[in-house]
């Protein structure tokens, strides 16, 4: 098991920056790559950004450019910088680590409780 505490939302005014952390503790294996996804009022969680343990990452194309995953494998922890940011990054932000299962094939996800994100115009 996993367990997944994030912290660094807020209320902020577009075009400012935001840091968010999510902090790992149980099994962590060196295989997981950790990310971050979010979900708006209305609307399906998406991935904004994910980051392997060697450090090779993802990014939805809205944040491209903006946002920045990074991450601590000592530490268990995956930061995401978020600047320039606009109205439209309102949502939940919700740590995710995804995990290949050994035996049978796909994935295992767990997630943290989420970080409220809210960007003013």
């Known amino acids: 098991q996993v367990q997944l505490v994030e912290s660094g939302g807020g209320l902020v005014q577009a075009g400012g920056s935001l840091r968010l952390s999510c902090a790992a503790s149980?099994?962590?294996?060196?295989?997981?790559?950790m990310g971050w996804y979010r979900q708006a009022p209305g609307k399906q969680r998406e991935l904004v950004a994910a980051?392997?343990?060697?450090?090779?990452?993802n990014y939805a194309d809205p944040v491209k450019g903006r946002f920045a995953i990074s991450r601590d494998n000592a530490k268990n922890t995956v930061y995401l910088q978020m600047n320039s940011l606009k109205p439209e990054d309102t949502a939940v932000y919700y740590c995710n680590v995804r995990r290949a299962r050994v035996v049978g094939g796909g994935e295992i996800h767990y997630w943290g409780r989420g970080t409220e994100v809210t960007v003013s115009a």
């Open positions: 980051i392997s343990s060697g450090g090779s990452t």
């Open positions: 149980g099994s962590v294996f060196s295989n997981d790559v």
